[in-house]
């Protein structure tokens, strides 16, 4: 039987939920579970006939057969409980019904209006149920075949077998996303076992191979640098700073870095503070919301996954987005069908996916940015991290050590594999196209998940009832299971154990499914029955699906049948080498630098511009959608002061027991790259080091995190400009002894399609690099936040001001690149950060603001707003040579934006003697803000005039 | 029943999660806590008896799905209503914080019902709260300042009840204008909740309902007006609640 139950609000419904059952219930149980789903205070419900509703019609919205519904998830373990288990079988899906057009995506959802027709509105009984084609489950592949086939192979996927009977050429399943080396190794490594490969294996080495997985363009050589980008410079750096610290005797507070899920280093003597970020683009391209949540819970299982089992204390995130006014429309295909998604479709989208992913976990959300650019309509970036928390030891032994022994079972648990997600790994490696899979899309489940790493991190671990842990990320079980095979020396899985969704997948797609909230554990025979007891208890679905060896070799099989024999060596580094050559870039037009001085109001409306630029004005609206206080540990918020504006840096306290607070911020300037990309890179780590040190951290307890999102990267100027940011990254993080201790890069963040008059287009996203810090502060009382206090305060200028305006805010918004990027002085902006944090950690600093993009203007502002005071400023004290424009928006490195109390100020100034600093001026009552240059007012507004301005963008977007 | 060390249990699982910071609260003030998974309780569910105190914490339990809270409630319901019951017959308090409160509403101990914010947005903020009722939960405290962090936090009451509730001194805390919204110049009531309520109470003030989290104001640096007063006290506004229930046994010496 098909029922429909249907669930409204009593007052005013804005949607009608909806819940299709197939069934065999009585009209009496019927009514019971429609009774569990309705509060009565509330709700009403009725059966199979829709709510009588003053409408002309109704819009339905629900999920494509197989895409992950959580509600229908709910429902059914309700229905289930509410009969005590003795239910009569039955399946349900859920969508909602809106009286307005609702826009829905496609990809994975079904939309169907009903008209109203003799005064009622009526809704077909249909089921989106999964329907799959039986096929051949395994098929061998002829790799003896021309370059150009093996290419074709490669681009388009394996030929189904479908074509054949009909006489026609077989669909194709996807990009494999092999170079032809690659695929030439593979041809000839079968060549010599006398066989060829099944699609299993194909697919496969695909995933293992891919760039996602690999990382072969930081891996392979590069010109004259042998050992590749990231062995050089990135690990590189880390290994010399880290022998560094030993020989200076510093603590070298690196534990576990680029081995695992992601970076671990010293919180205090009894805990290990960890983080990681990820991206997530090509999925948020396609269905932002989908791409987002799981980028967000992917990325905390990358925390689950760290050592034996980390517990996520912190999410981070950031967006780079096309602007929300830009219409313009692009296809994938030339016959205009397939159009990508609007930056405001994608940014409501996405910020939606952080939001539902980070709040049903009861992960604070406490740091993060938003950017943007034109170009960010090739892909929109979307970062998204987690900082984890795990005892040094468990049961004695180290955490972050783990193991999978011969003969444990190899276990997989939480969520049931579908189509969804497969070939995520090879399709983030290629530009976006008409071939781009649909099935790369993936819901996320955000409570399965919760369900799996409370049972997991709060008790199994605890218990010891497991050896290794890691995540089922990109590739899928593919990817997880010979990642841990390596630890035992080989692995046989027996692939019909997988628990599926639906029926019908081909081993192939089991194997390389990335179907989201899954784990893969390694447990020793004599502690199984406890953990799946355990897991049971908690409603956490474990299974077996094969053993850890010792045989050298990755074996699948299927019913009994060996579908595939790998050697663990030419799985894990059969990958051919192949020499990366770059081409020097073009140096740039002397494009004009500043625009000179300026007298009158001019400067006043320039201020309140800028201010208003996305790239500068607050962004309130999601931060206080994201709950940044669930687990009680918030000390310095994302947003401040009375003026609510967006912090920098953010403080939590993540053990209770401990005064110790962990510092968080990134840093990005995409903008700079356009000039440089080795001063954009540099800048980064500077703005990244200096808002850690602003907010109260320690430059000797500070780690940091590369993710690289390029553009082309098979084009040897793109790759030129890569190198350069890499070594600035080594220059840099040697400089200060930062050390990088986790990083992700995502190399081809292009779209290839056509305008809406079919003309074609290609997009390219700015190099961009984000650099993101953690660090941990001895006593999070001294945390400052950057808004003035209190009128009579000084307020002082540390750095040094020159005229970089190049690649800043201030030029963008005249339509100008410019020059004069912002270089790093490491060795006085070292000194500067040192000497704050000393007056931080005296105490005599009310307030510290990082001076980054729209310079000393833009951070009085804040400064300012934040504190709803205003402020006397002089700029005759700095570089006298300059231009007002340039003193008051140039994006120099290395400054901070300090108010003193004026009782601190004889021991403040003692203490800044030695390095560059500027004293403004001082913080007024009235809200007027004033700058004056010799005798000139050059600039006067109020601060209630700012505050609005500072927020506007913020209230156009809730 | 009067002790120094009450027992309490936090329920856990499902989605919920603010367990841990709960039980630091209870235990800082000198109870004796323990996180039981629901499961855990179904399948011994005497276990009960031996508590003083039972708080359903804040989360997300089966990520709001079919309406926040009802999921939850309704696996309680199905297993544990004697027991229940038997809870709310004895001299004990129970607490429901946000996701908490949305679930001991669907359980139909408390009055009303929790729906969607005003603007359909989930919102994390701080709020100043008014005591009306009266309440062992509430002792000493007048105003209070506490954040919030919902979507789905809109309490919904029949004016009929309201009227009736106001009479018994149910209703545990309204929002208002004080120093939070001053501060930071904010609306009082953020998600448009029926006359401004933001807690309720029930079984003569022994159960508490509230949308703010307590926990999350437990130490000041957590407030967004300490930067403005680094006070060296160690203690937080939001206290006050779980010292209350703690105090309620120890000195509770002549009740029935």
Not at chain 1, 883 to 898: A, C, H, M, P
Not at chain 2, 80 to 93: G, H, I, N, P
Not at chain 2, 232 to 255: D, V
Request: charged share 25%.
């Amino acid at each position: 039987m098909i029922s429909r139950i249907y669930v409204a609000d009593k007052k005013d419904p804005k949607f009608v939920q909806s819940y299709l059952f197939t069934h065999f219930f009585s009209p009496q149980e019927l009514t019971r579970i429609a009774n569990a789903l309705t509060n009565p205070v509330l709700e009403n419900f009725s059966i199979n006939s829709f709510p009588k509703i003053k409408k002309t019609f109704a819009m339905e919205i629900g999920f494509k057969p197989g895409v992950t519904d959580n509600v229908a998830k709910t429902v059914k373990e309700t229905v289930v409980d509410l009969f005590r288990g003795k239910a009569k079988p039955f399946e349900i899906y859920s969508s909602k019904i809106y009286f307005t057009e609702t826009s829905y995506n496609p990809l994975i959802e079904r939309a169907h209006i009903a008209l109203k027709k003799h005064g009622v509105i009526h809704f077909p009984l249909e089921i989106p149920k999964v329907v799959l084609k039986k096929e051949t489950p395994v098929i061998n592949i002829d790799l003896a075949v021309s370059d150009e086939e093996l290419l074709k192979i490669s681009r388009e996927g394996v030929a189904n077998k479908d074509g054949h009977a009909k006489g026609r050429a077989g669909t194709r399943r996807g990009p494999l996303a092999l170079d032809l080396a690659s695929m030439k190794t593979i041809q000839e490594y079968f060549k010599k076992l006398k066989r060829k490969p099944t699609d299993i294996e194909l697919e496969s080495l695909a995933q293992t191979w891919s760039e996602h997985c690999k990382h072969t363009i930081f891996a392979n050589p590069i010109d004259e640098i042998k050992d590749g980008l990231y062995k050089t410079y990135i690990k590189g750096a880390t290994n010399l700073i880290r022998k560094q610290k030993v020989g200076k005797g510093q603590q070298d507070f690196c534990v576990s870095v680029f081995s695992d899920n992601s970076g671990g280093i010293i919180f205090d003597k009894d805990y290990l503070i960890t983080h990681k970020v990820e991206t997530h683009n090509s999925p948020s391209a396609l269905d932002p919301f989908g791409g987002a949540i799981t980028g967000i819970v992917g990325v905390n299982r990358d925390t689950i996954g760290f050592g034996l089992g980390a517990k996520p204390v912190a999410n981070v995130y950031g967006f780079c987005f096309g602007y929300p006014e830009d219409k313009k429309r692009f296809f994938k295909d030339k016959n205009l069908q397939e159009e990508m998604l609007p930056p405001k479709r994608i940014i409501d989208g996405v910020i939606k996916g952080i939001n539902t992913g980070g709040n049903c976990s009861g992960i604070p959300t406490l740091s993060g940015f938003v950017k943007f650019d034109d170009r960010y309509r090739a892909k929109p970036l979307v970062f998204a991290g987690t900082v984890g928390l795990i005892p040094k030891k468990i049961n004695g032994k180290p955490s972050h050590m783990k193991k999978a022994g011969v003969g444990d079972y190899v276990v997989v648990v939480g969520g049931r594999v579908g189509l969804d997600g497969i070939h995520g790994a090879t399709f983030s490696s290629v530009a976006m196209d008409a071939n781009s899979p649909a099935t790369a899309v993936q819901i996320g489940d955000p409570i399965t998940q919760k369900k799996l790493s409370d049972a997991i991190i709060k008790e199994a671990r605890d218990l010891s009832l497991y050896t290794s842990i890691t995540d089922d990320g990109a590739g899928g079980l593919s990817c997880s299971v010979a990642e841990m095979a390596k630890e035992s020396g080989g692995a046989e899985v027996d692939l019909e154990k997988v628990p599926l969704k639906y029926p019908g997948l081909r081993p192939w797609e089991i194997w390389i499914s990335e179907s989201q909230e899954r784990m893969t554990l390694s447990v020793p025979k004599d502690k199984w029955k406890t953990f799946q007891k355990l897991m049971d208890k908690r409603g956490v679905e474990a299974t077996i699906i094969g053993k850890f060896t010792n045989s050298g070799k990755c074996i699948v099989n299927y019913k009994g049948k060996k579908i595939m024999d790998m050697d663990m060596e030419f799985l894990h580094d059969g990958l051919p080498k192949h020499n990366l050559t770059t081409e020097a870039i073009l140096p740039l037009p002397n494009l004009p630098l500043g625009k000179g001085e300026e007298k009158g109001g001019g400067l006043t409306q320039t201020l309140e511009n800028l201010l208003a630029q996305k790239n500068i004005s607050g962004f309130s609206f999601i931060s206080e959608q994201y709950d940044h206080e669930v687990q009680g540990t918030s000390v310095l918020k994302p947003l401040s002061g009375r003026g609510r504006i967006n912090t920098d840096a953010q403080v939590f306290r993540p053990v209770f027991n401990s005064n110790k607070g962990v510092v968080l911020t990134s840093s990005t300037y995409p903008s700079y790259g356009d000039i440089s990309t080795y001063h954009m890179a540099a800048c980064a780590i500077d703005t990244a080091i200096r808002n850690i040190v602003t907010a109260g951290g320690k430059l000797s307890h500070l780690a940091i995190l590369d993710n690289f999102c390029w553009c082309s990267s098979n084009d040897p100027r793109r790759l030129a400009q890569l190198k350069d940011a890499v070594k600035a990254c080594y220059d840099y993080a040697v400089g200060y002894s930062t050390p990088f201790i986790s990083g992700k890069d995502s190399m081809f963040n292009d779209f290839k399609g056509y305008d809406e008059k079919g003309n074609p287009v290609a997009i390219s996203i700015p190099p961009t690099l984000l650099i993101s810090a953690i660090s941990v502060m001895p006593n999070l009382h001294k945390t400052i936040s950057p808004e003035f206090k209190k009128a009579g305060d000084i307020i002082y200028l540390l750095g040094e001001t020159k005229d970089e305006l190049g690649g800043g805010e201030y030029l963008k918004m005249l339509g100008v690149v410019g020059n004069n990027v912002p270089k790093v002085n490491l060795e006085k902006n070292l000194k500067t950060y040192l000497v704050l944090e000393k007056a931080i950690e005296k105490e005599l600093v009310a307030s510290a603001l990082s001076v980054t993009s729209g310079g000393i203007g833009v951070a009085l502002a804040k400064a300012c707003i934040g504190g709803m005071l205003g402020c006397k400023i002089s700029l005759d004290s700095i570089g006298k040579a300059y231009g007002v424009d340039v003193k008051l928006f140039s994006e120099s490195q290395g400054r901070i934006l300090v108010s003193v109390p004026p009782k601190n100020i004889p021991a403040f100034e003692k203490i800044i003697k030695n390095i560059p600093h500027t004293n403004l001026g001082k913080i007024i009552k009235d809200g007027k803000i004033i700058v004056t240059a010799g005798k000139n007012k050059i600039l006067e507004t109020k601060v209630k005039k700012l505050h609005n301005v500072y927020h506007s963008f913020s209230d156009s977007m809730k | 029943m009067k002790h120094n060390k009450p027992k309490i249990i936090i329920l856990s699982g499902y989605g919920l999660n603010c367990e841990e910071e709960t039980k630091f609260a209870f235990e800082w003030v000198g109870g004796n806590v323990n996180i039981v998974h629901i499961n855990d309780l179904i399948a011994k569910p005497g276990m009960l008896k031996e508590y003083d105190i039972m708080v359903f914490p804040g989360g997300f339990s089966y990520g709001d799905d079919t309406g926040s809270g009802k999921a939850y409630a309704n696996k309680f319901k199905n297993h544990l209503a004697k027991e229940l019951a038997e809870f709310l017959s004895r001299d004990t308090l129970v607490i429901g914080i946000c996701n908490g409160f949305q679930i001991i509403t669907n359980l139909g101990i408390l009055p009303g019902g929790l729906t969607y914010n005003k603007n359909e947005k989930y919102l994390d903020r701080w709020v100043d709260l008014e005591v009306k009722g009266e309440s062992p939960w509430l002792s000493g405290i007048k105003k209070i300042s506490l954040p919030i962090a919902h979507g789905e936090g809109h309490y919904v009451i029949s004016q009929k009840e309201y009227k009736e509730m106001e009479k018994r001194k149910q209703i545990a805390f309204t929002y208002t204008k004080g120093e939070i919204c001053n501060f930071q110049n904010l609306e009082k009531n953020p998600n448009g909740s029926d006359y401004d309520i933001a807690g309720v109470l029930a079984y003569n003030g022994r159960v508490l309902g509230l949308m703010p989290h307590p926990e999350r104001a437990m130490f000041p640096h957590q407030s967004p007006l300490w930067q403005m007063n680094k006070t060296k006290q160690k203690e937080g506004a939001g206290l006050q609640i779980f010292k209350n229930a703690i105090n309620y046994f120890r000195k509770n010496k002549r009740r029935k």
